[in-house]
């Protein structure tokens, strides 16, 4: 694996060059293209597999990727790992829906952070926060995208979309250790940031009134 080598301006490279792979297979989405299909079904079928190992994906992963992002060695470099992967993650969260799956915005820890409310558990002790604890203490660029199919999986089947540009850039990063822990903690603070109090039976009483008034 290649690491990222001239800082903060390639993520802003990449970010860009997904964003424009992205629209084209939104747009289809939409219009439930057959192209679109297709190309969301070859990118399912890449999961997994070592970036530029597939020719079915070729156009949607590396087609006009930045100088900067490109390969010098036999190994794929971070930039071409990072769009393979979070291509592919995209179609598996994007299959069988027609709404897009792509929201901007909405990164990682606030999608995880819906998805524990929505399943009505207890937050701290949910199983959605485990598998998201995993996640977070991944020390490699494989082991992540390894969670984040999992994750994506349960994101896609309670309909929760995900801002995939912000996360390219956040896997692309995770290539270099000491962005991992920044990283972490953007995903802390969206999962963390406000949510909605449980009411007990005793808060809702004392907002109506209903409560009995002490004797005299």
Known sequence: ??????GRSDTALLKRHIQAKLQPLLRGVAEQSPSAR??????????????????A?????LGDLPEPLVGKTDEPSAGETAMHVIMALFAIHQQGKTEAMHQPNQGLGTAVQRLVLDSGQDFE???????FD??????SQAELAWHLRSLI??????GIGLDYVRLAGQFYEFALPWRRDPIRLQWGRELYAYRPKKESAGDKESETGTTNPPEA
């Open 1 to 6: 694996m290649i690491t990222p080598t001239t």
């Open 38 to 55: 297709a190309t969301t079904a070859h990118l399912r079928n890449a999961v997994g597999k070592p970036a530029g190992s597939d020719p």
């Open 57 to 61: 994906v070729w156009e949607a992963t």
């Open 125 to 131: 002790k949910n199983p959605f926060i485990r598998r």
């Open 134 to 139: 995993a996640l977070t203490t991944s020390d």
């Open 153 to 158: 999986t349960q994101l896609r089947g309670a």
